[in-house]
């Protein structure tokens, strides 16, 4: 079992930047691969990146790719995402999730935070 809490979001103009923080429970932080989901108003919930265990492998939606970095530091517990070049269309609410295992995947996850809003303006 993990908890996971989500903090760093907020309002930022387009072109910006912003870094969202997900603290993690639980002494098995490790053994998890950590991804990082978001969902706009009327809309279905999308895969946005995700992180190996040892913080070797990364995989993102092609939406993001080039513009936003997944990391994890195992000693904090945490999982980070840093986005930059916002763009409005990345508004959204994110989530921070866990998967058990060690295939990272965009699909399959088990626990989930609460979510942190997002927005990007014009």
């Known amino acids: 079992q993990v908890q996971l809490v989500e903090s760093g979001g907020g309002l930022v103009q387009a072109g910006g930047s912003l870094r969202l923080s997900c603290a993690a429970s639980?002494?098995?932080?490790?053994?998890?691969?950590m991804g990082w989901f978001r969902q706009a108003p009327g809309k279905e919930r999308e895969f946005v990146a995700a992180?190996?265990?040892?913080?070797?492998?990364?995989i993102y939606a092609d939406s993001v790719q080039g513009r936003f970095t997944i990391f994890r530091d195992n000693a904090k517990n945490t999982v980070y995402l840093k986005m930059n070049s916002l763009k409005p269309e990345d508004t959204a609410v994110y989530f921070c999730?866990?998967?058990?295992?060690?295939?990272?995947?965009?699909?399959?996850?088990?626990?989930w935070g609460q979510g942190t809003q997002v927005t990007v303006s014009s």
């Open positions: 639980g002494r098995t932080f490790s053994s998890y691969v």
């Open positions: 992180v190996s265990w040892s913080d070797v492998s990364t």
């Open positions: 999730a866990a998967r058990s295992g060690w295939t990272i995947t965009r699909t399959g996850y088990q626990y």
